[in-house]
């Protein structure tokens, strides 16, 4: 499988590991990720994509969350990536038929750019929990705040350290998610926050679900309002 030139050996093999995870699971992922992926919805309902903007999500999968997101923001132009070509191929035949068709990509989280879209920059950049899953997930965070447009936003969803639940729910969860590759990232915030400064950006951190699920909205400077 082909990386367009940005497979690192890393890449490759977390490439190669996510499409056998994914070859037949990719035919039941909506239904089985249906009661636990929490705040998915939410966060795509709030994205207030602009008439005609655009919308790239990191880690689309099967696009699920594109095609409820088209519902939505009807004019939005939608775009995708996922390491795993194995997923795309299902974002592909869930669009087939609709008055839309999202340009999607094989490409690594950690080291994308918009230009590699046909487009300068993206108005909003959903990443709905798959940060939990990429193993350089830092970069991958930079790389979204790079991506986007001055005045645009990075939406994250993914698993918090449930953090107002009982401590065996918490072991429980975590062994459970282990088994698929899944780590909830206990240093999110600080992550986000140390590497705002250089987008002018500011954060909104919010745990959801007695911390379940942590939800961010990251909104970077328009540049023309910065001058006025």
Same mark, same amino acid.
């Given at each position: ?42 966060a795509i309902r709030e994205l207030q994509v602009p008439k005609s903007g ?57 080291? =994308? %750019?918009?230009?590699?879209? $046909?487009? @300068?920059?993206?108005?909003? &950049? ?27 936003s990075l939406h994250i969803v993914d698993f918090g350290q449930q953090e ?13 998610l282990a088994r698929f590759h899944v780590t909830p990232r206990a240093t ?16 909104? =951190? %919010?745990?959801?679900?007695? $911390?379940? @699920?942590?939800?961010?909205? &990251? ?10």
């Amino acid at each position: 499988m082909s990386l367009d030139g940005a497979g690192s050996a890393a890449a490759v093999e977390h490439a190669a590991r996510m499409d056998r995870m994914y070859r037949y699971q990719r035919h039941i992922y909506d239904i089985t990720r249906k009661y636990y992926l929490l705040g998915r919805d939410r966060a795509i309902r709030e994205l207030q994509v602009p008439k005609s903007g655009t919308l790239l999500e990191v880690g689309c999968g099967t696009g699920r969350n594109l095609l409820l997101a088209h519902r939505i923001f009807p004019t939005a132009h939608l775009y995708g990536l996922d390491i795993s070509a194995e997923m795309l191929a299902t974002t592909r035949a869930n669009f087939r038929g609709k008055a839309v068709t999202p340009q999607v990509k094989v490409a690594d989280a950690t080291t =994308f %750019q918009a230009e590699e879209f $046909g487009v @300068a920059g993206f108005d909003r &950049i959903l990443i709905s929990y798959a940060l939990s899953m990429i193993p350089d997930w830092e970069k991958a965070i930079e790389a979204a705040l790079g991506a986007l447009k001055p005045g645009g936003s990075l939406h994250i969803v993914d698993f918090g350290q449930q953090e107002q639940l009982p401590g065996w729910f918490r072991t429980a969860l975590r062994a459970w998610l282990a088994r698929f590759h899944v780590t909830p990232r206990a240093t999110l915030a600080e992550a986000i926050e140390s590497r705002l400064s250089p987008f002018g950006a500011d954060m909104m =951190f %919010q745990p959801l679900y007695g $911390g379940y @699920a942590w939800r961010v909205i &990251i909104r970077r400077r328009d540049d023309q309002a910065g001058r006025n």
